[in-house]
């Protein structure tokens, strides 16, 4: 069975610290993906990255880093949390030009 | 800049009857995705349409592509208490699997 794992369920962080959220698929998917979603705002793409070491840009990509490592861990870094940052965090893998699989999502708290 | 909008953006549904549910997209496009989420839930795809005219069916949801244009439906037969949810298509442009999601459908079925 496929499998996207995001490393915490639910996060609270103060304003100014650095945050980590981290993402594992064992599918072995050349794609990862970072999105957040927001009530009334959908889904947006902040980085996405379709090898080791690759980054690309999504369409929001102010105040956040990436890194990939390895191929199954895609890392979402909030270098400096602001409470505008507050939002559930998705993380996605696929093949090439294949369907997204989802994780189970990160609710991050920025107080 | 692709811009992908659903409408309605909430429906709310009678038990049993048929209903229609559309995604505009303003690029060329030849890869479409839908996405179901229940509430506190992540996403799960329902349907991948690759080319013009595709029509894919699973259960009482019937999806179509019109390449031409821009547009896909998303059709409910009968409609059911379990297909309550949120309903997101993405369109996928460029390589990589980049999708750009819409805002989302959230589909409520009363008896």
């Known amino acids: 069975d496929v499998k996207v794992t995001q490393s915490s369920r639910y996060l609270v962080k103060r304003t100014g610290e650095k945050v980590f959220l981290e993402c594992v698929q064992d599918?072995?998917?050349?794609?990862m993906f970072w999105y957040r979603q927001d009530p009334g705002l959908g889904l947006r793409l902040i980085y996405f990255?379709?090898?080791?070491?690759?980054?690309e840009k999504g369409d929001i990509p102010e105040g956040y880093s990436v890194s990939r490592e390895k191929k199954e861990r895609f890392s979402l870094i909030l270098e400096s949390a602001s409470t505008n940052q507050t939002s559930m965090y998705l993380c996605?893998?696929?093949?090439?030009?294949?369907?997204?699989?989802f994780g189970s999502g990160t609710q991050l708290s920025v107080l | 800049e692709l811009k992908v909008e659903q409408n309605p953006l909430f429906l709310s549904m009678q038990e049993g009857k048929n209903y229609t549910i559309y995604c505009n997209y303003s690029?060329?496009?030849?890869?479409l995705y839908w996405y179901r989420q229940d509430p506190g839930k992540s996403l799960e795809s329902l349907f991948v349409l690759l080319s013009n005219g595709a029509v894919k069916q699973e259960g009482r949801l019937m999806a179509s592509l019109d390449t031409k244009a821009r547009l896909s439906t998303l059709h409910i037969t009968a409609a059911v208490h379990d297909l309550s949810a949120t309903y997101f298509c993405a369109v996928g442009t460029g390589a990589n699997s980049k999708l750009t999601f819409g805002k989302g459908i959230t589909l409520s079925v009363r008896p």
């Open positions: 990255s379709y090898d080791v070491k690759m980054k």
């Open positions: 599918m072995d998917h050349e794609n």
């Open positions: 690029t060329t496009s030849d890869r």
């Open positions: 996605a893998s696929s093949l090439q030009d294949e369907k997204l699989f």
